[in-house]
């Protein structure tokens, strides 16, 4: 089950992150979304676990929580979508 997370603690890691979630149950990856150009956390993450009940379970028990001192959101993660993205190339008008 792919887990969204957000709202958290610019200080947050992927390794603290992987942490809170081994509390209840097996987790297969952890990933804080950080800046490309900085490098700094942008506040939110992915985590997956193994299992889809350990997986609801951790999103019923920590959504709402306070996690490093922020009050955390935790949710199912949706699948990415074919989105417009609106970059300069894609809105360019053709003349």
Known sequence: ????????SFDTTSESLKELFAE?????SVNVI???ATGFSRGFGFVEMANDTDGRKAI????????????INVSVA??????NRGGWEYNRRQF
């Open 1 to 8: 089950m792919n887990i969204y997370v957000s709202k958290l």
């Open 24 to 28: 209840y149950g097996k987790t297969t």
């Open 34 to 36: 950080t800046d490309r």
């Open 60 to 71: 019923e028990e920590l959504n709402d929580t306070v996690f490093e001192g922020k009050t």
């Open 78 to 83: 949706r699948p990415r979508s074919d989105r």
